[in-house]
T-cell receptor, first 113, second 111 residues
Framework: DSGVTQTPKHLITATGQRVTLRCSPRSGDLSVYWYQQSLDQGLQFLIQYYNGEERAKGNILERFSAQQFPDLHSELNLSSLELGDSALYFC????????????FGDGTRLSIL | SQQGEEDPQALSIQEGENATMNCSYKTSINNLQWYRQNSGRGLVHLILIRSNEREKHSGRLRVTLDTSKKSSSLLITASRAADTASYFCATVWYNNNDMRFGAGTRLTVKP
């Protein structure tokens, strides 16, 4: 058990819809990272938050947004969903930054019909 | 791109044999990390090696880093069927804070 909790585990929705993925980091970790894993794109870094503030941005689409709340949990919002957004979305956490190991949740599998 | 690239893409060996996976990258890095992923599950951190380190060990795992060649290798000794998984290298760019993953090596260990 990594200590990182992601909900929901599975999500099925339709094109054009909006969903919110939730992540609770390991106790004591201040940084949260979001990744997207798909068969054609592999594992892509989306965004990192540190103690409530955006720290680094990767290949995140404008239709996607994230935030980290005062209790350090994070949410990833995906809107105007397209078929190509179907993927596994992982959250990871670390004490401060990427110079430390990241601990991953089990992911949310998003299926767009 | 600062992403690591693993080689080979897939590796199949017998239990007891050693498995070696390689990772190459293109930019100066702060550190390089290896992760393991069982099918459909989250990634599990294996080893972090910093740019000023050349070799690290953890149990049956040995990681080397050659910054002059911009490459790293992961050696799993005396492999077991339970080692069957995908293995990813991830690089943290020297002047950046995000971590970029390679495409991974799919390891199959046959009992």
């Amino acid at each position: 058990d990594s200590g990182v909790t992601q909900t929901p585990k599975h999500l099925i929705t339709a094109t054009g819809q909006r969903v919110t993925l939730r992540c609770s980091p390991r106790s004591g970790d201040l940084s949260v990272y979001w990744y997207q894993q798909s068969l054609d794109q592999g594992l892509q870094f989306l965004i990192q938050y540190y103690n409530g503030e955006e720290r680094a941005k990767g290949n995140i689409l404008e239709r996607f947004s994230a935030q980290q709340f005062p209790d350090l949990h994070s949410e990833l919002n995906l809107s105007s969903l397209e078929l190509g957004d179907s993927a596994l979305y992982f959250c990871a956490s670390s004490p401060t930054d990427s110079n430390q190991p990241q601990h991953f949740g089990d992911g949310t599998r998003l299926s767009i019909l | 791109s600062q992403q690591g690239e693993e080689d080979p893409q897939a590796l199949s060996i017998q239990e007891g044999e050693n498995a070696t996976m390689n990772c190459s990258y293109k930019t100066s890095i702060n550190n390089l990390q290896w992760y393991r992923q069982n099918s459909g599950r989250g990634l599990v951190h294996l080893i972090l090696i910093r740019s000023n380190e050349r070799e690290k060990h953890s149990g049956r795992l040995r990681v080397t880093l050659d910054t002059s060649k911009k490459s790293s290798s992961l050696l799993i000794t005396a492999s077991r069927a339970a080692d069957t998984a995908s293995y990813f290298c991830a690089t943290v760019w020297y002047n950046n804070n995000d971590m970029r993953f390679g495409a991974g090596t799919r390891l199959t260990v046959k009992p």
